[in-house]
């Protein structure tokens, strides 16, 4: 039972990495106006998590189209626009913030803009992404200090080092808590994946609690496609996430990808064999005339 509940749980932290990811710009809000840059004819949504109104000047009104629901704004500019400013006032509790617009037209080859996050900068760590959740601090015990987050720390953890590799550094909203750790680039990590022809190599590595996160490069060295599964890899980790499903073969661009590990009470260097995990993955694993391969046709194209 507990060999399924690894394998469930690893297969939902790889269907978060997998799935189609955009990078957020994150503003904060601390009372001075947010430059918003518009693209004539491209929507920029703005996600603030609470309802608002939005107060469009007469002279704007015309040539920008503004719609607003759960939590997000959408903006959209009919031709170029000087700055104008919007007033974004919150339905309850009557509280304003304030956004400099401007559009201007788009550029040939310019990629369109990032959604943007509006988030207070007064507002409390506990209910920012990764944080601990409220009442914690009340409900912990004299004697021992209770730590709930919202989110599961492996989770927490595996986000913030795939944006710090593949975000704009711009958009990567810090996490209380999280610091960049000590790594030995050249750790022998031969045995992390001992069934498939990959060359692995240790780029980063972040701490939360008494949990680590270990980014390691994988490229693969074969003229096939492979797959990529979390139960072939060998150590004794907690979680394991691959950015991409496979790796294509050698020497085309997608024959590199990173896996992100997760690991407990120790770094990745206590974390490789000989120690093992006190569940085996590798059981669930599929029959080995099936693993390692992918129909490259498709994945080709």
């Known amino acids: 039972m507990k060999r399924h509940a ?34 004539v004819g491209q929507e920029r ?10 107060g469009v000047p007469d002279s704007a009104a015309a ?19 000087p700055p104008t400013r919007l007033q974004l006032q919150d339905v309850e509790s009557g509280a304003l913030i304030l956004l ?7 550029q040939v080859g310019q990629p369109p803009l990032e959604p943007v996050r509006i988030v207070d900068a007064q507002q409390s760590p506990a209910t920012r992404y990764g944080g601990e959740t409220a009442g914690a601090t009340e409900a912990a015990a004299p004697d021992r200090q209770v730590r709930k987050r919202e989110t599961p720390v492996p989770v927490v953890l595996t986000r913030y080092a795939a944006q710090n590799l593949y975000a704009p550094l711009r958009t990567v909203e810090p996490v209380a808590g999280i610091g960049r750790v000590n790594l030995r680039r050249d750790l022998p990590l031969d045995t ?5 022809p990959v060359q692995a190599r240790a780029l980063a590595a972040w701490r939360l609690e008494d949990q680590w996160v270990t980014a390691v490069r994988l490229t693969n060295t074969a003229a096939r496609w492979l797959d990529l599964d979390p139960r072939a890899l060998q150590g004794n980790f907690v979680a394991a996430t691959f950015q991409h499903p496979n790796l294509g073969p050698a020497g085309q661009a997608s024959d590199t990808t990173v896996v992100y590990l997760v690991t407990r009470g120790r770094g990745l260097a206590e974390a490789l ?17 099936a693993a390692g391969t992918v129909g490259g046709a498709s994945d080709e194209k």
């Open 6 to 39: 690894l394998s469930a749980f690893a297969g939902v932290l790889l269907w978060l990495a997998l799935a189609p990811a955009q990078a957020v710009e994150i503003l904060r809000w601390e009372r001075l106006p947010l430059a918003v840059q518009l693209v």
């Open 45 to 54: 949504v703005i996600f603030i998590d609470r309802n608002v109104r939005v």
């Open 63 to 81: 040539h920008l189209r503004v719609q607003s629901a759960g939590g997000a704004i959408y903006l959209r500019a009919g031709e170029p626009l």
């Open 100 to 106: 400099d617009i401007a559009a201007e037209p788009v």
């Open 192 to 196: 992390l994946l001992p069934t498939l």
């Open 273 to 289: 064999l000989p120690r093992l995990s006190p569940i085996d993955a590798s059981v669930n694993l599929p029959p080995p005339g």
